[in-house]
């Protein structure tokens, strides 16, 4: 038995080395300051050059292992058992019921460690940048200890505005790469660049009139708008791997570096080339993926005997999505296969059961023939409807089981894009934010108990009324499929079922009307129902405009910059305004800004 603190006293001290890294040190301070937040009982901490004074916690490795032959054994056994382990993976273990040894194979895997023991001792859990909560406890205790973890996943991201907070991501395992995870909390693997990159390796306004050769070529025609690399030209090689090895020597910090297909707005029609060369090597392989990984394996070779360390993403999107026959991807090359075609209202698996040759069964074959062929697959999923950011888009239940079905098929890393703009909160983005940091944890949580905790600590008092109202949405999409860009017009939105979600938030909104802070946030809610009401009344409904204007206002209370993605919200005011559905967007434009 382990007392680790009894009614405002403990026999523990923390103790790091006197040169232990800044996120050790750092970890030992969140384990003293958030001890004595739950207990009132304040645990001295100091470094290893003070003399043992009793049970300690020690934090890393420190010089109690040069001359403490039971700590030397333990920390060797330790050591020993995380050899086989990740960078993040981290023990936490007793040695005859007094000490307790935490650390991990990296500094932020000790102070991820630290979080987990936490979590242990005091049920802490970081909700939301501004929501912390933990339990008041007079004793805390444990029969034993010994846990060894490691991730599921090396890669772990949820890309949404709130949840890059710096202290969120490291207290809920996030090494996101658009987090600013600094060495005090850890750092992370860096992205030099994150996504679509061909024209940031060759630009066609700089190289297209001279040499119109190095770009895709359709129906005959060499194209300068919306266009891919000719991957077979070996012009196009030697400068992709100059520019790759410069970008490497430019930032010698960065791990991996982005040789992707591009992404054009809006268009999704023939872009890669079909020029005689690239057509042979994509029939050979029954998939335009053949010329890109083909052409990404010689740029990781190349890299690869000058910087062996360094790694190659490149897309498995939309013409690329469907896995090569003939050729596999070098182990330095990441491929991110993303699922922008399916349907999130049911898991995959069941909505590919139901219909065979579907496009969620196409993804799923998909899905299958990548994890055969590479040890580095990444997901790049979506958990929000990016044609009206406020819609109830009801992905959580199929959320959590994709989740480990990626799990089971191998996948080493999950980004989950929501709501990415400035203002962020899109339909329920603080709840799946934490969902998908708890579950790239631990795909085996129980979904309903992480909604229960995250929705009594958030919203208080309104928890049960805005759990009902998630689960009317996730229920009435069901019989449906639910696509990304689905309007206001989709089946679920009944005038039954508006009413009845109506009700249930004007309910939600009575029980927190005296706390300011836990109102806006059930009012951030409210919201979507809100959008997906007067975005469904007929244009002639009288008072629809100033029911509109008094959105807005609530929208910009709220701090929300965007209603449709990359889109300014003056735009957005005026389609809501004009157009029954939000429907009508004649001379959209996208604020293409970039994401860093
Ligand atoms: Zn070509």
Redo the contacts with the bound molecule.
Sequence with gaps: MIILTNNLNSDYHIVTNTNASECERFAATELAKYLYKSTLCSIPYFSDKCKKRGKEILIGKNSRYDYNEQIKNAYDKIYNDLNSLSDEAFIIREIDNEDIIIVGNSPRATLYAVYHFLELAINFKCFTFDCEKWDEKEIIMFDSLDIVFDFPFEYREAYFTDAWNSSFASKNYLNSNLADLSNKLGGKTKWYNFHHSFSDLINPNEYFDSHP?YF??IDGKRIKEHTE?????PDVLNIVVKKVKQWIKDNPECKVFSVAQDEWMGHFTRMA???????KIDEENGSQSG?IISFVNKIAKEINKEYPDKLIHTFAYQFSRKAPTNVIPDKNVIVRLCNIECSWSNPLRVSASKNPGGRDDLFLQDLHSWSNMTNRLYIWDYAVNYRNYLLPFPNIRSMADNIKLYKAYNVKGILMEGNFSQGGKGYLDELKSYITARLLKNPNYDLNELIKEFCNAYYEDASPYIIEYLNLWEDAVKPYELWLYDDSDHPMFTDENLDKAGKILNQALQAVKNKKEIFKRVNNVFLSYYYAKITRLPLDTKYRNEMIDDFIMQVRTQGITELFERTSLDFSINVLKNSRYAKERKDWYSLYYIMK
């Design positions: 050769e895709s070529m690399l000719c991957l077979s030209n080339c079909e020029c005689e060369n690239c057509k010329s």
